[in-house]
């Protein structure tokens, strides 16, 4: 029973501030925690955040140049929206069907029919051709075309409909394609996310008494020195400033100067090992919002299905006198 | 041909336990978990979570093989505690944490979506 008192808690309280927020676009800080847990909540919004993606594809006619494999490939790579996808069921796991396409609960089905009829121009088949039987799910290009009829506020390019192909006269395709839940680390395709990066947050110190040392040209070659504009210089004190922090890559090459210039330990920069810069995009089948949200809910359930099992605890002899008792 | 099934990487097979626990034979209050079917994602969130406790003398984790889909963590504690007590108490914090940050990042939606009001 000592056990299950456990003992204090070591946890901590990470706090989160957004400085810009669309819908497929996230930046924000997240501090007081470390590298470990910045870099699985990046990890898991890669690779383990579901979203729904074509993958069985049922051809009836393809008369096009583009072989089979070839478009059930490209139908795959389509972003589908997936603000459904957690609710969801894996084909894999789902017992009103055997993954066929013929139950609600784990997948869409789609259709596709296109021919070139007899003018002389080329049709062009994309995503905006893909019909859906659940409106929940649809290629992501569709859904924003529907919000833009609505008024909505987001300017649309008609050019980005995915997974264009083309077909010359006569030609014909059709056919029938279903979609599942799936993870990133299954196939990059299900990847929610386009780029999910963090950085530390450099903290720069300038040491004032000694920068006075130095003439305006070698604070200009200083300023210089940096690949990245991370420094400037104040036009009305003809102060070395710092422009923008988070514009350093970590080169050390302002340090490297400073050593060259015999003024060691004019500039100091350190990682702030418990601030993080992140950003986050996505492909659009979720909004970066969700793809954090859904993270955080991933990992959770990640680590509760490694918790101990009563039966696989080692309880040593305690455990075997509470089992014999 | 003989490549190894994709969902091989997460399914845990049947009959086969999502954690099991090793005692050391030679050293007290040491032993190894071995987790099937996690990676870096989970070893390293519990490896430095078992850091912070101060009952933990040792805490590593390994992939032994990028296509054996298991990791190993292995703890050894001082006499207060035991691995496997150390071993829960890092994931109940850091459950914890993460109710905590998920809680945090409504709150500050919520003040993002109020910023533009009060500024203009």
């Not at chain 1, 006569?170 to 395709?189: P, T, V, W």
């Not at chain 1, 006075?212 to 020195?225: F, G, I």
Request: hydrophobic share 35%.
């Amino acid at each position: 029973m000592e056990r299950a008192a456990g003992g204090v808690s070591y946890q901590r309280f990470p706090r989160v501030r957004i400085r810009e927020l669309k819908d497929d676009y996230a930046k924000f800080e997240l501090r007081d925690t470390d590298a470990s847990m910045a870099n699985a909540l990046r990890r898991v919004m890669i690779a383990e955040v579901p979203t729904v993606a074509i993958d069985l594809v049922e051809i009836e006619v393809n008369s096009s140049v583009l072989n089979d494999e070839f478009i059930a490939h490209r139908l795959g790579l389509i972003p589908l929206t997936s603000a459904a996808a957690m609710a969801m069921r894996f084909s894999r796991d789902c017992d009103a069907c055997d993954g066929d396409g013929s139950c609600e609960y784990c997948s869409v089905e789609f259709h596709l029919a296109a021919r070139a009829t007899d003018s002389d121009q080329t049709l062009e088949v994309t995503s905006n051709d893909l019909r859906s039987t659940d409106p929940k799910v649809c290629p992501v290009d569709q859904a924003r075309a529907y919000q833009h009829a609505l008024g909505g506020t987001e300017p649309f390019d008609t050019a980005a409909a995915a997974d264009q192909r083309q077909l010359r006269r006569g030609q014909e395709l059709r056919l029938r394609a279903i979609a599942r839940k799936g993870i990133g680390k299954d196939h990059a395709k299900w990847s929610p996310a386009a780029t999910v990066t963090f950085m530390y947050e450099p903290e720069i110190r300038i040491n004032e008494e000694l920068m006075e040392t130095l003439t305006l040209e070698e604070k200009r070659n200083l300023v210089e020195s940096s690949p990245t504009k991370v420094f400037n210089i104040d036009p009305n004190t003809q102060q070395v400033v710092v422009e923008d922090a988070e514009a350093y890559t970590y080169d050390d090459e302002v340090i490297k100067k400073a050593d060259a210039m015999g003024k060691p330990g004019l500039i100091e920069i350190n990682a702030k090992e418990d601030s993080f810069i992140f950003t986050v995009e996505t492909t659009g089948a979720i909004t970066a919002y969700e793809l954090i949200m859904n993270a955080i809910t991933v990992l959770r359930q990640k680590l509760d299905a490694v918790r101990l099992q009563d039966d696989d605890a080692d309880l040593g002899e305690l455990g075997a006198h509470l089992v014999g008792g | 041909m003989n490549a190894p099934d994709r969902y091989e990487r997460f399914v845990v097979p049947e009959g086969t336990k999502k954690v099991s626990y090793e005692r050391d034979t030679k050293i007290v209050n040491a032993g190894s978990f071995t987790i099937e079917r996690e990676d870096h994602t989970i070893g390293n969130i519990l490896r430095m979570q078992l850091h912070r406790d101060p009952n933990v003398l040792f805490a590593g984790y390994k992939l032994p093989h990028p296509l054996q889909y298991k990791i190993l963590v292995r703890v050894h504690t001082a006499n207060q505690s035991t691995p496997t007590q150390a071993y829960t108490q890092a994931i109940n914090d850091l459950d914890k944490e993460l109710e905590n940050l998920k809680q945090a990042f409504e709150d500050e939606k919520i003040r993002y979506e109020e910023r533009p009001k009060q500024g203009y």
